[in-house]
């Protein structure tokens, strides 16, 4: 039972330059999240797909595109890769929990993403 | 303000201590509440979640949830070096998906 997996672990990106980041999840969670994390600033959500075939924003969108390819896949794409992108992405996915809210996240091991 | 408030440490304590961490949220519909602790370099790690007004604790940690105040603290009992990490306070929205996260307390247990 893998979890969350995350791919690559690492990567350096030149101003322009675009890539996927890859994420699937064994858990037979309904919904996935991607997270930015920055020094000093928490993690913050930049999409989330509710339930396979729908996608939503959250809090920092812009330059990010997202494809929830099918229950278990959720890629995160930089189509233009800028120097503000320069962070650690994680992957993470919760099962649908009615009544209380939002179930606990189970996240990737992250991305260390830098763009030159 | 920021709608999940943490101070950012660090948090220094002797090994053994008690180790208290504090968290105040803006939301008064907020219904949900996790607290992740994050070592250096790695992903985030659920320790607690708390639902309802009081207190839930789970081995050396409890969880204090006070609605009326929009606070919410971690407890870590006889506190160890391994417990020195980030701990991450996070609150459901209402209407919302999702949670938000705050910056995050950082700790410190002084063998």
């Known amino acids: 039972n893998a979890g969350v997996t995350q791919t690559p672990k690492f990567q350096v990106l030149k101003t322009g330059q675009s890539m996927t980041l890859q994420c699937a999840q064994d858990m037979n969670h309904n919904s996935m999240y991607w997270y930015r994390q920055d020094p000093g600033m928490g993690l913050r959500l930049i999409y989330y797909s509710a339930s396979e075939g729908t996608t939503d924003k959250g809090e920092v969108p812009n330059g990010y595109n997202v494809s929830r390819l099918n229950k278990r896949e959720f890629s995160l794409r930089l189509e233009s890769a800028a120097p503000s992108q320069t962070s650690v992405y994680f992957c993470?996915?919760?099962?649908?929990?009615?009544?209380?809210?939002?179930?606990?996240?189970?996240f990737g091991n992250g991305t260390r993403l830098t763009v030159t | 303000q920021k709608e999940v408030e943490q101070n950012s440490g660090p948090l220094s304590v002797p090994e053994g201590a008690i180790a208290s961490l504090n968290c105040t949220y803006s939301d008064r519909g907020s219904q949900s509440f996790f607290w992740y602790r994050q070592y250096s370099g790695k992903s985030p790690e659920l320790i607690m979640f708390i639902y309802s007004n009081g207190d839930k604790e789970d081995g050396r940690f409890t969880a204090q949830l006070n609605k009326a105040s929009q606070y919410v603290s971690l407890l870590i009992r006889d506190s160890q070096p391994s417990d020195s990490a980030t701990y991450l306070c996070v609150v459901s929205g209402t209407g919302r998906r999702a949670l938000t996260f705050g910056s995050g307390t950082r700790l410190q247990v002084q063998p």
């Open positions: 993470a996915s919760s099962e649908v929990r009615s009544g209380t809210g939002p179930s606990p996240l189970h």
